[in-house]
Structures are given as structure tokens and as C-alpha cells.
T-cell receptor
Framework: KAGVTQTPRYLIKTRGQQVTLSCSPI?????VSWYQQTPGQGLQFLFE???????NKGNFPGRFSGRQFSNSRSEMNVSTLELGDSALYLC??????????????FGPGTRLTVL | SQQGEEDPQALSIQEGENATMNCSYK?????LQWYRQNSGRGLVHLIL?????REKHSGRLRVTLDTSKKSSSLLITASRAADTASYFC????????????FGSGTRLQVQP
């Protein structure tokens, strides 16, 4: 089975721009979660999508948004970029569990640099 | 603040030695998971232990969970240079928001 893929792998943007990141989960996985990783804040949960619905959202401003398509692929968008948005953005897919959060399969990440 | 905190923050050992990392958390959990991350790449799932389990093994990995102390430990036996990575614990909080909450990680350096 192919793993989780994320595109692009690297991205450089300037303040005020917007960016869209893409994630393709493992075939059969319907849950997709996004995380932001920075040296200062560590790994922080952004949101989770399941069956095209946002099931949960972390403590991030409204500039961060996402969506999931019928084939479970997901995108996240960050508008009006700030320097502090520079981070590694990780996508993870899993088999949706009814109780508890299952093993997450992570993609390689997208390294976003905001200048 | 982080739900899980790893200890130590950094650990340097020689090949063949054992490495032990600890994780403490604050609230009741459904399960606790350990992940490995190599140098700014994606995370790799190592092991999941449920709240009603006390110990789990996977190859050279041994994880223990003490829910009364809200702590877990990861033991890597006979470490190899390839084990050099950052290790994170992640908790699935019971009754809370559906999300994995990650700790700050332990950076393990295994010297050949």
C-alpha cells in the first residue's frame, strides 16, 4: 500500500500571501488529521476530517482552514500568512475508530517558510 | 500547555546500550502512543498501549503504562545508530476533544 503523500514538500511564501497544502491518505483511510510542528510550540493539532466533515479543530485562528474530498484527499489552506506560520505541516491518516484515536500514519510533511 | 511531557529532553548513549524515555500526562486517557521522528521528517508510529494495559512489547521496544501515576516509559534495548531520532508520546484524552496531544519529545543520539 502506498503511504501518505503530501505536496508540495517545500514551499516559500511571503507575508500576506495564502497557501494550499495537499494530503493523500492511505487507501481505505477516511480520517485525515493535520498538525503544525515548530521548534517553539512542538506538534500541535490543527484539525481532523472524516467523511468530508471537520470532526475537530485545534486552537488556531480562522486563517487556517481545511477540507476533505469524497476520495478522502484533504487540503489545508492558510490565508494572510504571517512569519510565525513557518513550520512543518504534517498530515496523518488513520482508520477511523469508534472509541479512541487509532494509530496515525504520517506523511513526510510540507516545509513552509514565510519570508 | 502540553498534555504529555517527555523526560529527558535529550539522551546520548553508546550502541548496544538501552535507552529509556519517560512520558507524563495530566488527564485520563483512552490510549497512549509512541512515535519516532527522524530529523524533521514525518512521524512513524511505534506502539499503542490502551488504558487497561500495563505493558506492551514490539521487537526491541517495551512500553509500560501506569495510569495511577499518569506516566509511561519507552525502553529501547540494544540500541543501534539507526535509532537516533526524536521520540514523542501522544495521548488520546478520554472524553476530550478528538485529537492526539503530543509531548515535547526526547532527542536520542546513539553513538556508533
Amino acid at each position: 500500500k502506498a503511504g501518505v503523500t503530501q505536496t508540495p514538500r517545500y514551499l516559500i511564501k511571503t507575508r500576506g500571501q495564502q497557501v494550499t497544502l495537499s494530503c493523500s491518505p492511505i487507501s481505505g483511510h477516511r480520517s485525515v488529521s493535520w498538525y503544525q510542528q515548530t521548534p517553539g510550540q512542538g506538534l500541535q493539532f490543527l484539525f481532523e476530517y472524516f467523511s468530508e466533515t471537520q470532526r475537530n479543530k485545534g486552537n488556531f485562528p480562522g486563517r487556517f482552514s481545511g477540507r476533505q474530498f469524497s476520495n478522502s484527499r484533504s487540503e489545508m489552506n492558510v490565508s494572510t500568512l504571517e512569519l510565525g506560520d513557518s513550520a512543518l505541516y504534517l498530515c496523518a491518516s488513520s482508520l477511523a475508530g469508534t472509541s479512541g484515536y487509532n494509530e496515525q500514519f504520517f506523511g513526510p510533511g510540507t516545509r513552509l517558510t514565510v519570508l | 500547555s502540553q498534555q504529555g511531557e517527555e523526560d529527558p529532553q535529550a539522551l546520548s548513549i553508546q550502541e548496544g546500550e538501552n535507552a529509556t524515555m519517560n512520558c507524563s500526562y495530566k488527564t485520563s486517557i483512552n490510549n497512549l502512543q509512541w512515535y519516532r521522528q527522524n530529523s524533521g521528517r514525518g512521524l512513524v508510529h511505534l506502539i499503542l498501549i490502551r488504558s487497561n494495559e500495563r505493558e506492551k512489547h514490539s521487537g526491541r521496544l517495551r512500553v509500560t503504562l501506569d495510569t495511577s501515576k499518569k506516566s509511561s516509559s519507552l525502553l529501547i534495548t540494544a540500541s543501534r545508530a539507526a535509532d537516533t531520532a526524536s521520540y514523542f508520546c501522544a495521548t488520546d484524552v478520554k472524553g476530550g476533544r478528538r485529537a492526539l496531544t503530543f509531548g515535547s519529545g526526547t532527542r536520542l543520539q546513539v553513538q556508533p
